[in-house]
């Protein structure tokens, strides 16, 4: 059986977040992703579609309080892509 092909892209608000964020937060979010791709159903990640403002989109924890907002989509090769668009702390994103 072939292994489907992951890709990950990085929206500008993303990366604009992730700068700003500790190196604990980064290497945090750097396991979960990792996790994301390879185990994306592990209870750990909490992995959960969004409603209301978030509709279309998906979430992960990443720490506690730390959470991804995501989205996944396919390529025209099949490939799965995993569209980072936000990471910041439940507060943050949930006003």
Known sequence: MRQQKKKVKYEYEFVKNYKKVSKKIKFAFNKRLLLLLNDP?????????????????????VTGDWRLIFSVQYDYDGSKIIRCHLLGTHSQLYK
């Open 41 to 61: 159903k592990n209870p750990a990640l909490r992995n959960h579609m969004l409603k209301g403002n978030y509709i279309g989109y998906r979430s992960i924890n």
